[in-house]
């Protein structure tokens, strides 16, 4: 199926222990899914190997996207077929410029082999940094290298704008953000599907986002499997009843 | 100045051909291998030098022969003195154009690029082939505010009275057994004199090649500046690549006055059978600032620690290094600090990589003597490795005779990391692309204090030892 991300029965996990225990998914392009869970439910280990941590494996299932099956191929052959994975706690890498390395990115992205149009890119990248409120020299600076945690993950939405994605993933976004951050990532995270058409999937332990990015679909993921699926309404319960109806002790 | 892009141009030619040896090469003079006072005398000789010269090089050779070979540092117990040839003259003559130097040595340099560097970007350029320097020529205008930049044996005929006043004053041919042997036979090499307040504003380049199998080269290159100038002097070298060891052995002596600033840059990139061992020292006076900057990316095996000698109140030196042992090399590298006045300022930054087997080794010394109250230190070695096989090493030495010093010491040791390969990989680049940026962004602190050109080259020079990392 063109434009959508079919995932079934995947099972996957670390050193032979299980932590996703088959799960079945699927998201086309325009869609916004949520997926919410307790801690340690599997839902940054099902980012992670959609997107093809090398130290995750798969025991099973299939991931297939645009008819590819995505299990098959690198991590940078995942993202250069339109696959983005905004990270819950994006790496640092000290010396490399934050545009330097997007450069590269986006002319894998964009380039058919030859190398794009950089004023076009430059412009763009000035743009979407002035629309999730970092400083224009943040381009200067080394990747994540003493950005805030605040930074760090507009910074990601900043890639993710210029990669332009046809599935982007979001692991926990609005982690570490004050209310105000949330909302501009937010609209951002909303710009940029209206541009783009781009599938969502929303990773998140809390209800707050949501009230930013409505969900098309929520799904509940507990100890590696998806117990529940609903609209945005169920959101809205467990934002009012927690997890623990799904028998997950509260935490604080 | 060139946009970055015409620069890429410009050096856009495949690196890995570096290694290439002139087939066609022709030579005016070649010394039988191995050495004897008799040999030394033939070499001063047909160099035409003064007497005093051919002593001092006699005198160093007595020196060699008693020194012992360090047991430190890299393996050196294979080196055959016997079969060196120690002095090899393609030609008798210095040319100042590129269309009177021989065709095959024109053609060398016109692979390396040198000539259109010299057009575009450099203030002078001078090209050792082998044991002679070929070809030498400065600005005009640099020329005009009596800036010296020659060749060594070019300097001893025509300004004897200052060779002779500081050659072998800060690395005496007792230093070390490849200083005496240096010291012995010399050959070429670059002098540099910058007069009072004058400031070289565009550099200067000499370049090294080693062509003939089994020769040593044994450059001497002296730079004095005087108060209150600045110069820096940069130097390339390379090699073909050949089964049998050739040995580099350079001396080189740099002398920065009151309120001077030199900046000594080395590109060195000589083939694998190279061994690279050379003394690398300056005295700094009174407000006087040395920098050393080096990237080390060949020679097998390779001892080096660019010194400075801190004698006048308020001097500074930095020493930044970074070298790259990929399989079959051993860098045996760092950086060496002697202050001996008041208010100093010193610091070493060491970058190294070691990938497919390579040893990578840290060895430094910073020493503080009881005048050199209120000296400021920092060391910082970072070392990188990329693979289970490869191995670093930190010796850092720290002897501090005086009071009010403020040192401090920084070394970490670190793998390549699979989550930020990942996450880089994860927006599109390949492993390879992944692992590459890492590194560049590694020794970062380096290539941004190298002119643009040069911090290109590197990169340049970078990608290609990581090509073929990835499996």
């Not at chain 2, 360090?70 to 040839?85: E, N, Q, Y």
């Not at chain 2, 205008?141 to 200052?162: N, V």
């Not at chain 2, 692992?435 to 941004?448: A, H, N």
Request: hydrophobic share 40%; charged share 30%; proline share 4%.
């Amino acid at each position: 199926m063109k434009d959508t991300l079919v995932i079934r029965d995947l099972k996957a996990g670390i050193e032979g222990k299980e932590i996703l225990r088959g799960i079945n998914l699927t998201v086309r392009k325009g869609e916004i899914h949520a997926i919410m869970g307790p801690n340690g439910s599997g839902k940054s280990t099902l980012g992670l190997v959609i997107m093809g941590h090398p130290s995750y494996e798969v025991y099973g299932g299939e991931v297939i996207f645009n008819d590819r099956n995505l299990l098959d191929m690198e991590p940078h052959e995942r993202a250069q077929a339109g696959l983005f994975l905004a990270f819950q706690h994006p790496l640092e890498i000290d010396g490399v410029r934050f545009s330097t390395f997007l450069w590269q990115a986006y002319s894998h992205r964009f380039g058919n082999g030859r190398k794009p149009d950089i004023i076009k890119f430059r412009k763009e990248l000035r743009q979407w940094l002035k629309n999730l409120g970092l400083p224009e020299n943040m381009t200067d600076r080394y990747l994540n290298v003493g950005f805030s945690g605040g930074e760090k993950k507009r910074a990601e939405i900043v890639q993710m704008a210029i990669l332009k994605p046809e599935i982007a993933i979001l692991d926990e976004i609005d982690s570490g953000l004050d209310i105000d951050a949330v909302r501009i990532v937010a609209e951002n995270v909303k710009r940029i599907k209206q541009e783009t058409g781009m599938g969502v999937i929303l990773i998140t332990h809390y209800q707050r986002i949501l009230n930013y990015i409505v969900p098309d679909y929520v799904h509940v993921m507990v100890d590696g499997r998806i117990v529940e699926e609903g609209g945005p309404e169920l959101a809205e319960t467990l934002e009012k009843e927690g997890y623990a109806r799904y028998g997950v002790a509260e935490e604080v | 100045m060139a946009d970055r892009k015409e620069q890429e141009a410009l050096l856009d030619f495949d690196y890995s051909k570096y290694g290439f040896k002139d087939e066609d090469a022709v030579y005016d003079f070649v010394s039988e291998p191995g050495l004897d006072e008799e040999k030394i005398k033939l070499i001063s000789r047909l160099k035409g030098e003064p007497e005093w010269m051919t002593e001092i090089r006699l005198k160093a050779y007595r020196i060699f022969l008693e020194k012992p070979m360090p047991t430190w540092g890299v393996k050196l117990d294979d080196i055959d003195f016997d079969s060196i040839v120690y002095y090899a003259r393609p030609t008798r003559k210095v040319a100042d154009s590129w269309d009177e130097v021989p065709e095959y040595i024109r053609r060398t340099y016109e692979r390396l690029g040198i000539p259109e560097a010299e057009r575009k970007y450099l203030g002078g350029v001078e090209a050792q082939y082998d044991s002679e320097v070929v070809y030498s020529r400065m600005r005009k205008e640099l020329e005009e505010k009596g800036i010296l930049f020659m060749s060594m044996d070019e300097a001893l005929k025509r300004y004897p009275e200052l060779v002779r006043k500081y050659f072998g004053t800060v690395v005496p041919p007792s230093d070390n057994k490849f200083a005496a042997l240096n010291t012995a036979v010399w050959s070429g090499g670059t002098f540099v004199y910058v007069p009072k307040g004058v400031k070289v504003d565009i550099p200067l380049q000499a370049y090294f090649r080693i062509n003939l199998q089994n020769l040593g080269q044994f450059e001497r290159t002296l730079i004095i500046a005087e108060e209150d100038s600045f110069v820096h002097y940069i130097e390339g070298c390379t090699a073909p690549i050949y089964d049998t060891h050739t040995l580099h052995a350079a001396v080189v002596e740099v002398i920065v006055k009151k309120g001077a600033h030199v900046r000594y840059t080395t590109i060195q990139n000589w083939s694998r059978n190279v061994l690279n061992l050379v003394t690398k020292r300056a005295v700094v006076e009174e407000r006087g600032f040395m920098e050393w900057i080096s990237g080390e990316l060949g020679s097998g095996r390779n001892m080096k620690y660019p010194s400075s000698i801190l004698r006048g109140r308020g001097a500074r030196t930095d020493i930044l290094s970074m070298s790259f042992a990929n399989t079959g090399m051993h860098h045996d590298t760092g950086g060496k600090v002697i202050i001996m006045a008041p208010d100093c300022r010193a610091t070493i930054t060491s970058k190294s990589i070691s990938k497919g087997g390579g040893i990578s080794t840290y060895r430094g010394l910073v020493k503080v003597l009881p005048d050199a109250e209120r000296a400021r230190i920092s060391v910082s070695c970072d070392a990188l490795i990329m693979d289970e096989d490869s191995v670093s090493n930190t010796y850092p030495y720290i002897e501090i005779e005086a009071d009010r010093v403020n040192i401090a010491h920084e070394a970490k040791v670190g793998k390549i990391g699979e989550d930020q390969v990942f996450y880089l990989m994860s927006r599109g680049l390949t492993e390879q692309e992944a692992t590459t940026l890492i590194v560049m962004g590694f020794i970062e602190p380096l290539s941004k204090e190298l002119p643009m050109e040069y911090a290109i080259e590197l990169n340049r020079l970078i990608e290609l030892e990581m090509e073929g990392s990835v499996g």
